[in-house]
């Protein structure tokens, strides 16, 4: 079965600072990875989504993420946040066989402070 | 806007009540998914339906049932209501049915049981 695990329930930085939410997964299979963001009071947008190839993904608002298969990590990483980047962010994994069933972490919640 | 749909926004109830959530997915889009969203539990997928067929099942109880209709618009039925059941349920849609095929989340119904 896969899991996910997101270390830290709640990250502080300041405006402009460079940021990286970690995510840990484990399946015993290969697996897609994502990240998703939750602001307040809204439905979770995707940011961005690990398939294959490249282990340095891109996604939008200036977010990217690595996937390393050995330590089993994908973390997400900006190099300047902003006021708006204040949010909850959630990991998932899902196998890339069987019926792939996404399976979330307990998400980050980033504040980032003026 | 995510182009999701999902009524009613907010919903009290008392425990042993029978609720129905809808959701319209984007249009075009053939998959619908069903999640819920608790601060005991985290988010966890229930199900996903594909072209009005049942495509994969998570953590639904069996007092919980969905179906997507021939227009595609999707109902979640939850009965015999228990405090527990308390949480924000999310929708979301997909032009196809594989995991790796971006989710759009709708804004989410607030269910309160009390």
């Known amino acids: 079965a896969q899991s996910v695990t997101q270390l830290d329930s709640q990250v502080p930085v300041f405006e402009e600072a460079p940021v990286e939410l970690r995510c840990n997964y484990s399946?015993?299979?290969?697996?897609?990875l994502f990240w998703y963001v939750q602001y307040p009071n809204q439905g979770l947008q995707l940011l961005l989504k690990?398939?294959?190839?490249?282990?340095l993904v891109k996604g939008i608002n200036g977010f990217e993420a690595e996937f390393n298969k050995s330590q089993t990590s994908f973390h997400l990483r900006k190099p300047s946040v902003h006021i708006s980047d204040t949010a909850e962010y959630f990991c998932?994994?899902?196998?890339?066989?069987?019926?792939?069933?996404?399976?979330f972490g307990t998400g980050t919640k980033l504040q980032v402070i003026p | 806007d995510s182009g999701v749909t999902q009524t009613p926004k907010h919903l009290i109830t008392a425990t042993g009540q029978r609720v129905t959530l809808r959701c319209s997915p984007r249009?075009?889009?053939?998959?619908v998914y069903w999640y819920q969203q608790s601060l005991d539990q985290g988010l966890q997928f229930l199900i996903q339906?594909?072209?009005?067929?049942?495509?994969a099942k998570g953590n639904i109880l069996e007092r919980f049932s969905a179906q997507q209709f021939p227009d595609l618009h999707s109902e979640l039925n939850l009965s015999s209501l228990e405090l527990g059941d308390s949480a924000l349920y999310f929708c979301?849609?997909?032009?196809?049915?594989?995991?790796?095929?971006?989710?759009?989340f709708g804004p989410g119904t607030r269910l309160t049981v009390l």
């Open positions: 979301a849609s997909s032009v196809l049915a594989g995991v790796t095929d971006t989710q759009y």
């Open positions: 998932a994994v899902s196998e890339t066989g069987g019926y792939q069933k996404v399976t």
């Open positions: 399946s015993s299979v290969s697996v897609y």
């Open positions: 690990y398939l294959s190839g490249s282990t």
């Open positions: 339906y594909y072209n009005g067929e049942e495509r």
């Open positions: 249009s075009g889009d053939l998959s």
